[in-house]
């Protein structure tokens, strides 16, 4: 059973660029949540998507934005990129289970903005 | 907002020596706590979580949390660390808003175990 996967693995980008990260969530779970983790940092809660849609999202510009397609897999967008957003990039997927999410998270993207 | 404070940013033990990582959270509501480790070029693993019931959770690889409501900490214990333990350990907390969650995270502590 493939747990959660990310693509790419690291990305170089200038300052000004977007990009777009991906992740294909485990087996059976519809729900995908993407968090930034800079250098020496927690991960940071930037959104949430269920059913296609973004339920909940944390305190990120709109720069940032995402997709969730039908089979679950979802998609990260950062527009006009910063310096400030050279960080890991996670993705985790969850399914409603017993009441509560337990979220299980890919190995992440490296995103350099230079 | 909800928070996590870790207070211990860098612990450094010998093996055998016993671990007990901080953590409190700021919310007067009902959550859910989870301690995650990250194990160098590794991927973030859950290493325990609480959700209700007894407040004395156990995890893998021998380590247990206990959460004290009155307060707001869910600390994490080992009785003996082995240097394979060496890792960064996250603290998390969950609270629900209809469906939706996330998951609020502490600054982490990085554990060093040393031979």
């Known amino acids: 059973d493939a747990g959660v996967t990310q693509s790419p693995t690291h990305l170089i980008k200038t300052r000004g660029q977007q990009v777009t990260l991906r992740c294909s969530p485990k087996?059976?779970?519809?729900?995908v949540s993407w968090y930034q983790q800079a250098l020496g940092q927690g991960p940071q809660f930037i959104f949430q998507?269920?059913?296609?849609?973004?339920?909940q999202r944390g305190n990120f510009p709109d720069r940032f934005s995402g997709h969730q397609f039908p089979n679950y897999s979802s998609e990260l967008n950062v527009n006009a990129l910063l310096l400030g957003d050279s960080a890991l990039y996670l993705c985790?997927?969850?399914?409603?289970?017993?009441?509560?999410?337990?979220?299980?998270f890919g190995p992440g993207t490296r995103l350099t903005v230079t | 907002a909800q928070s996590v404070s870790q207070h211990n940013h860098h612990v450094i033990l010998s093996e055998a020596a016993s671990l007990e990582l901080g953590c409190n959270y700021s919310?007067?509501?009902?959550?859910?706590l989870f301690w995650y480790v990250q194990y160098p070029g590794q991927h973030l693993q859950l290493l325990l979580k609480?959700?209700?019931?007894?407040?004395l959770v156990k995890g893998i690889k021998g380590f247990e949390a206990e959460f004290i409501k009155s307060k707001f900490s869910f600390n994490l214990r080992k009785p003996s660390v082995q240097w394979s333990d060496t890792a960064e350990y996250f603290c998390?907390?969950?609270?629900?808003?209809?469906?939706?969650?996330?998951?609020?995270f502490g600054t982490g502590t990085r554990l060093q175990v040393t031979l």
């Open positions: 998390a907390v969950t609270i629900y808003t209809g469906t939706a969650s996330k998951l609020t």
């Open positions: 087996s059976g779970h519809d729900t």
């Open positions: 985790a997927s969850s399914i409603w289970t017993g009441g509560t999410y337990e979220q299980y």
């Open positions: 609480y959700f209700s019931g007894d407040p």
């Open positions: 998507y269920y059913e296609e849609e973004e339920r």
């Open positions: 919310y007067g509501g009902t959550v859910n």
